[in-house]
């Protein structure tokens, strides 16, 4: 009960007790729409889920006894064939079988045997048949020439009566040579009778093809044709064809297409398809019942909450208009505001709302025709890395830790979304409840891009090199200091490259300073190129053409490694001034701290190693000389030449 009540008081502080009724109402009339939509979409998925399962068991099933069927008969003809390829004619207790076979299985309708002659050797068939009304050459080539086997086809492509199957086998001697063609006749009825399938299956259209969709029975349960919008077997093929190219699924799938479910499913091991067509309006029965009613309910709602809204208009013109009375009364503070350039804004906590001066809209380019603006409207112009300084500095105000609030922080122009400018925002409660908390809080928005955008130029160039871009000087100070803090803290090493253009005053007296400047800068875009992004961040320009590389958590073999690749890349990269080639190279020295060694004296010895470098025929990495005796691991590094000799021991 506590919190629902906190609730209806932030309600009523946010809405107003006018609002409130009325905003209730509406979420409630939207609930019930919301929960109708839901209901009606979850009907139509049930729909959809039973049409797509229950056809998807009925084609299995009635896949599953045909295969069945046909492979039983198939087996039949195939044992059959076998045992006449060693006798001329079909043997006597193999015909008596098949007699058997014919009388007592009723899904075998009968069998021919046609020898190679064309003759109609033996047969049990309940029809009369002469070789005059078979397609007897047919059968033969079939078999003889075209090597099918087995042959599935429909029994009136024979000769034969109507509704059964013809399973073909030929049958060939043991030297090879063609005997004839033995036929099993499968009657295709329905196994099913007086069963929930066989209910289900009536008023469905079934098609068994064979190879490339050809027919083999069809229609078997349609009752009525013109009882639905079938599909003929051309289009019916060409719309499984294109489903299972773009689906890349298997050919065994049941889809819902127009008022029809459709259904394929292949025979395991015979060349035969199942097509099924089924009517769906059977399926959406009870969706079109709950549409129907939340059709009926959904306009009463709207009809509802067009009123309630036309009532909030109402209520807000009228508040609009006691907003105008209130403007015109600041009107004297409002110039005075305008004059000096700052926006004024006015917020009731309570209320949620606020009053924004003409200034204010102008200083963000924010159109007065918008919606109204809003303390939330407010901070997300806030560029998302000042914002929370922003909201820090408010919330410490509003707990009563300052007397005031004042942050600078990027802002958002207008509508574009890469247009922010830096403003100075301040602000104080004037209202308090008896909790301490603010009602009314007023607040001044001033304009300080220019200022901001001088104080970070001078910020910039103190610290970076105006040629290459990169730190300078100062800079490498300041982060050398804090580097070796960090690794005398936590043991750590560092290491220091140093690099310089090898001749860089050939250049300069050769192609002058400009391409002298424009090599510099691509010594900076190349060397740069081979670091890392973390290694970009501690690239120096000394001055001249010296720069140098700070590499924490670095010995002198790793730095060795990156100073090489550095190396190799300039030598392998010429710089290009006005379409002339300049190629050059450079030296480096590598030194890595030791003991409580300061940054001078690190840089010093890399400064010592590069000297060397230059010594020895330039374009090479040399590393830096290292202390030997213990005695002097505390010992800080002279800049003497004289005195350096005394305690540095060449190891490299």
């Given at each position: 009960m506590t919190t629902q009540s906190t609730i209806l008081d932030r309600s009523r502080r946010l809405l107003g007790e006018e609002f409130l009724s009325i905003f209730l109402s509406l979420g409630l009339l939207f609930g019930v729409l919301s929960m109708l939509v839901y209901q009606t979409m979850s009907e139509f998925h049930s729909a959809q889920d039973k049409a797509i399962d229950t056809t998807s068991f009925a084609v299995s099933t009635y896949a599953d006894n045909l295969s069945a069927i046909l492979i039983k008969a198939d087996s039949i003809a195939l044992l059959a064939a076998r045992r006449m390829a060693t006798s001329e004619e079909l043997p006597e207790h193999l015909e008596d079988q098949l007699t058997s076979i014919v009388q007592d299985d009723s899904d075998i309708a009968g069998y021919l045997h046609i020898n190679a002659n064309g003759e109609i050797a033996n047969s049990f068939i309940f029809q009369n048949t002469t070789e005059q009304v078979l397609q007897i050459e047919a059968i033969l080539a079939r078999h003889r020439d075209a090597w099918i086997e087995p042959a599935l086809l429909p029994s009136e492509g024979l000769g034969l009566k109507p509704?059964?199957?013809?399973?073909?086998?030929?049958?060939?001697?043991?030297?090879?040579?063609?005997?004839?063609?033995?036929?099993?006749?499968?009657?295709?009825?329905?196994?099913?009778?007086?069963?929930?399938?066989?209910?289900?299956?009536?008023?469905?259209?079934?098609?068994?093809?064979?190879?490339?969709?050809?027919?083999?029975?069809?229609?078997?349960?349609?009752?009525?044709?013109?009882?639905?919008?079938?599909?003929?077997?051309?289009?019916?093929?060409?719309?499984?064809?294109?489903?299972?190219?773009?689906?890349s699924m298997s050919a065994n799938s049941v889809l819902i297409y127009d008022d029809l479910v459709l259904a394929r499913e292949n025979l395991p091991g015979l060349p035969v398809t199942v097509f099924m067509q089924i009517a769906s309006e059977r399926f959406f029965e009870n969706y079109k019942s709950t549409l129907h009613n939340?059709?009926?309910?959904?306009?009463?709602?709207?009809?509802?909450?067009?009123?309630?809204?036309?009532?909030?208009?109402?209520?807000?013109?009228?508040?609009?208009?006691?907003?105008?009375?209130?403007?015109?009364?600041?009107?004297?503070?409002?110039?005075?505001?305008?004059?000096?350039?700052?926006?004024?804004?006015?917020?009731?906590?309570?209320?949620?709302?606020?009053?924004?001066?003409?200034?204010?809209?102008?200083?963000?380019?924010?159109?007065?025709?918008?919606?109204?603006?809003?303390?939330?409207?407010?901070?997300?112009?806030i560029h998302s890395d000042d914002r929370h300084a922003f909201t820090h500095a408010l919330k410490a105000h509003i707990a009563g830790e300052t007397p005031a609030f004042e942050v600078e922080a990027r802002m958002q122009i207008g509508d574009d979304e890469n247009r922010w400018e830096w403003f100075?925002?301040?602000?104080?409660?004037?209202?308090?409840?008896?909790?301490?908390?603010?009602?009314?809080?007023?607040?001044?928005?001033?304009?300080?891009?220019?200022?901001?955008?001088?104080?970070?130029?001078?910020e910039f160039e103190a610290f970076h090199d105006p040629l290459t871009g990169l730190l300078n000087r100062t800079a490498f100070d300041d982060r050398a200091a804090r580097l070796h803090a960090r690794a005398q803290r936590i043991n750590a090493s560092y290491s220091m490259i140093m690099l310089d253009v090898d001749h860089f005053k050939?250049?300069?007296?050769?192609?002058?300073?400009?391409?002298?400047?424009?090599?510099?800068?691509?010594?900076?875009?190349?060397?740069?190129?081979?670091?890392?992004?973390?290694?970009?961040?501690?690239?120096?320009?000394?001055?001249?053409?010296?720069?140098?590389?700070?590499?924490?958590?670095?010995?002198?073999?790793?730095?060795?490694?990156?100073?090489?690749?550095?190396?190799?890349?300039?030598?392998?990269?010429?710089?290009?001034?006005?379409?002339?080639?300049?190629?050059?190279?450079?030296?480096?020295?590598?030194?890595?701290?030791?003991?409580?060694?300061?940054?001078?004296d690190v840089l010093k010895r890399a400064d010592n190693a590069l000297y060397r470098a230059k010594q020895n025929g330039r374009n090479q990495t040399c590393l830096a000389e290292t202390i030997v005796p213990d005695a002097l691991a505390d010992e800080p590094i002279t800049d003497g030449k004289e005195d350096k000799h005394a305690y540095l021991k060449l190891v490299r």
């Open positions: 509704s059964d199957i013809a399973t073909e086998r030929g049958i060939w001697r043991e030297d090879g040579s063609f005997a004839g063609v033995i036929i099993i006749l499968v009657a295709v009825g329905s196994p099913y009778e007086d069963s929930p399938l066989e209910k289900f299956l009536t008023g469905a259209k079934v098609r068994i093809a064979g190879i490339q969709s050809q027919n083999i029975h069809t229609d078997q349960y349609v009752q009525n044709l013109r009882d639905a919008n079938w599909l003929g077997i051309a289009e019916e093929t060409t719309l499984w064809e294109n489903y299972h190219a773009a689906k939340a059709l009926i309910a959904s306009i009463t709602i709207i009809a509802i909450a067009v009123f309630l809204l036309l009532q909030i208009r109402l209520d807000r013109r009228m508040k609009q208009a006691a907003e105008r009375k209130r403007q015109s009364l600041d009107n004297r503070l409002q110039f005075a505001l305008d004059t000096a350039g700052q926006g004024l804004w006015d917020w009731n906590v309570a209320e949620d709302r606020g009053y924004f001066s003409h200034n204010f809209y102008e200083l963000l380019e924010i159109s007065r025709d918008a919606s109204p603006i809003s303390y939330d409207a407010i901070r997300e112009r100075l925002h301040t602000g104080s409660a004037t209202e308090r409840d008896e909790t301490g908390h603010p009602t009314h809080i007023i607040g001044l928005l001033k304009n300080i891009h220019q200022q901001k955008l001088r104080s970070m130029n001078l050939r250049v300069n007296d050769t192609f002058g300073h400009d391409s002298g400047d424009v090599v510099l800068q691509h010594i900076t875009s190349t060397a740069m190129a081979a670091l890392r992004y973390e290694e970009e961040k501690l690239f120096f320009r000394l001055g001249g053409e010296e720069f140098v590389i700070l590499l924490p958590d670095t010995d002198d073999e790793a730095a060795l490694f990156l100073a090489e690749r550095i190396r190799v890349r300039i030598e392998t990269a010429p710089a290009w001034v006005d379409n002339e080639q300049i190629s050059v190279t450079i030296s480096l020295g590598i030194a890595a701290n030791i003991g409580n060694e300061q940054p001078r």
